[in-house]
């Protein structure tokens, strides 16, 4: 199945970063390329855009998409190593932007055999990289319940996790849970209040899929080496989709702007403070008009921060 991705703020991407014709980009997430597009139409001859991404299937539509343009290269892997693909080049220090648009695309939510959406049926997969690491449904196959529990209330924020969880073990142990649809029963049955437009299984999904391909993790592991890679008055801008992401992202550019953390009463003179970024304006939004283009814009968090000195 091929689905047409939207990216989303691709304008306010664009502008945040601030692009210089001649510059060194990063889009450590190509998806599908929106954004790298966005960046590379405003590069000029000198300029140099590298991806990043998991995704076996990324990495052919980019190969197919820029396969002749000269500015544009893509890496397998996670943005996690995002230091180690920018240091091999000899950027370090040098890079003029950095974007990462989080969370899943269109394609990998939309096809059933990826296996991350309860709205279509398919093998209980979830991987961003379908070639490695275990699936979703290997996972729940021998799972603890408290670790089930500690996933589903950490990474989705599921109140309801303890009962969602006994439910799972109690369905696998009649058989096994290979499917998404099996799952999405289990946790509708399980369920005791439907919130309002929002199907029951959406937190347990994102907390299974964040789980699976350590997104969280990730994410706090790239942010310093952004900061590494860019060089003074280069930007960084990230998307975010759900409020776990965002606290991570707020949390870690408020701290690079103020120059570290240090505990309440350590008295601490103004020169052991070094400030690493500049947050560049507040938290953009989607319009009403790209939300009602683009639904799964509604979410969408995007913050930038500039690089000091």
């Given amino acids: 199945m091929t689905t047409q991705h939207r990216p989303v703020l691709v304008e306010e991407v664009v502008a945040g970063l601030a692009i210089q014709p001649g510059g060194l980009y990063v889009d450590g997430t190509f998806g599908r390329g929106g954004h790298a597009l966005a ?25 197919e998409q820029f396969l002749s343009d000269k500015r544009f290269m893509i890496e397998r892997g996670s943005f996690a190593m995002l230091k180690q693909q920018v240091e091999r080049r000899g950027w370090l220090r040098k890079v003029s932007g950095v974007l990462l648009d989080l969370g899943v695309s269109s394609p990998q939510l939309d096809d059933p055999e990826r296996g991350f959406s309860f709205s279509h049926d398919g093998p209980l997969d979830m991987r961003m990289d379908p070639e490695s690491g275990r699936s979703a449904a290997d996972w729940l196959g021998v799972a603890p319940e408290r670790e ?6 950490g990474y989705g924020e ?3 996790a303890k009962r969602i969880a006994r439910a799972i073990v109690q369905a696998r142990a009649a058989s096994p849970i290979r499917t ?6 289990i946790v509708h049955a399980a369920h005791p209040a439907w919130e309002k437009d929002k199907d029951p299984a959406t937190r347990s999904f994102q ?12 994410l706090e592991a790239c942010l310093p080496q952004c900061v590494e890679a860019l060089a003074p008055g280069g930007r960084l801008a990230v998307i975010s989709f ?3 992401e965002d606290r991570i ?7 690079e702007a103020r120059g570290g953390e240090f505990p309440p009463g350590l008295p ?19 319009s009403s008009a790209e939300v009602q283009a683009n639904p799964r814009a509604r979410s969408a968090v995007l913050r930038i921060a500039e690089r000091l000195p």
């Fill in 39 to 63: 960046i590379l139409a405003k590069l000029g001859s000198e300029g140099c855009l590298l991806a990043l991404d998991k995704d076996p299937q990324a990495i052919a539509a980019a190969q």
């Fill in 148 to 153: 089930i529990v500690q996933v589903l209330r």
């Fill in 158 to 160: 599921e109140r309801y």
């Fill in 180 to 185: 998404t649809k099996q799952l999405a029963e």
């Fill in 207 to 218: 907390a299974i899929r964040i789980f699976i391909n350590q997104e969280l993790d990730d």
């Fill in 242 to 244: 759900h409020s776990l």
């Fill in 249 to 255: 992202v707020k949390r870690f550019m408020r701290k």
């Fill in 268 to 286: 601490v003179t103004q020169a052991r403070f070094h400030p690493k970024l500049r947050v560049i304006g507040k938290a953009i939004h989607a």
